[in-house]
């Protein structure tokens, strides 16, 4: 079969080698299990449910600005506390559906990290509790082999050129690594954010900011290629510069492509996995409209078959589904995958 070039106006494809480095960053159970010994892919759910009664609350800060400071935490703590309920629910029903990773939702602590109402677990005063059901999620996934991750929202950007918003960034991916801690997961995926009018020096910013952020940070971080500026292409030099994973998105590479063929940005990413001894990450989505006409960017409610790569068919490795009908487009996949093969 031929190989599938991305979809759109393409350029001149770029000859890109990948330095041989090493990591001495732990993986996570599901990563290197996953990648010793499954023989296919694992598909994943994104953050909600469509169906399945589990439901995450969360509040603004305009809501708890209205209360004082000891009416704020008992509101935070009952939300944090259902979240953590709802958390170990989800894992729980992914395990039960088949389903082999799970991506949590960033604000699972809504507005901890705010200014003004922000706070931490030990403020809260169910506390013991809440970090005792992280601890149960945590369990159960690396007893399930059940893959969890992080997609923090766009507006943590690494690559701007005002330093306020780096130090928003920061402090978020602060709380999302020390979550990701409490659940176990070793994947936060970034984008790299916009261009500035100059790809170089963004991306040039992104590598001085990563080099000085915390350990449990670095470890964690991805990036993924997007649908408007930032493609297979630009960002392997800079997986490749700071040995960290790329996470690859192949509707995005339909969207935006760069010469590659889906094959070779496949077997590129997955290579940035495969050096640290991990199972690749990518992800999968369907146009709305379809590829005949309209803006092919935003996502189905399912996943169209044929947007699911050949290639990737008989490869270990995860695939995050992005579909607006969460749960029930993963188990349509599924079981039109499972029986194709």
């Not at 649908?227 to 490749?240: G, K, M, N």
């Not at 094959?263 to 709305?288: D, N, V």
């Not at 309209?294 to 490795?317: N, S, T, V």
Request: aromatic content about 8%; charged content about 25%; hydrophobic content about 35%.
């Amino acid at each position: 079969m031929a190989r599938e070039r991305a979809r759109g106006k393409t350029s001149e494809g770029k000859k890109i080698r990948l330095m041989v480095y090493t990591s001495h960053h732990t993986c996570n159970h599901a990563d290197t299990m996953g990648f010793n010994k499954r023989d296919s892919m694992r598909f994943g759910l994104c953050c909600l449910f469509k169906e399945e009664k589990i439901a995450f609350r969360t509040t603004t800060a305009k809501v708890l600005s209205t209360l004082p400071r000891g009416e704020q935490l008992k509101k935070l703590s009952t939300i944090c506390h259902n979240n953590s309920e709802s958390l170990v629910r989800a894992l729980h029903t992914v395990q039960r559906l088949g389903i082999g990773a799970f991506r949590i939702m960033s604000p699972l602590f809504p507005r901890m990290t705010h200014p003004e109402v922000g706070y931490t677990l030990g403020n809260l005063p169910d506390a013991e509790t809440i970090g005792n059901l992280l601890a149960e999620a945590r369990s159960f996934a690396h007893t399930h082999d059940i893959r969890l991750s992080f997609h923090p929202d766009q507006f943590v950007v690494l690559s701007s050129p005002r330093p306020e918003v780096i130090a928003n960034s920061i402090r978020e991916l602060e709380y999302q690594a020390w979550l990701a801690e409490e659940v176990g997961a070793n994947i936060i995926n970034l984008h790299a954010g916009g261009v500035y009018g100059d790809k170089s020096s963004a991306l040039q910013r992104f590598c001085e900011v990563f080099a000085d952020l915390p350990e449990n940070i670095r470890s964690r971080l991805t990036l993924e290629n997007d649908d408007v500026s930032y493609t297979v292409s630009d960002l392997l030099p800079v997986c490749e510069k700071l040995a960290i994973p790329l996470v690859y998105d192949v509707h995005h590479h339909r969207c935006n492509p760069d010469g590659l063929s889906v094959e070779e940005a496949t077997e590129l990413a997955g290579a940035t996995w495969h050096r640290r001894g991990r199972e690749q990450y990518c992800h999968l989505s369907s146009p709305k409209s379809g590829w005949g006409g309209g803006d092919p960017k935003p996502h189905a409610d399912y996943i169209h078959p044929e947007d699911l790569p050949d290639f990737w068919r008989d490869r270990a490795m995860t695939v995050d589904i992005e579909a607006k009908a969460k749960e029930l487009a993963v188990i349509r996949l599924m079981t039109t995958f499972h029986h194709a093969r």
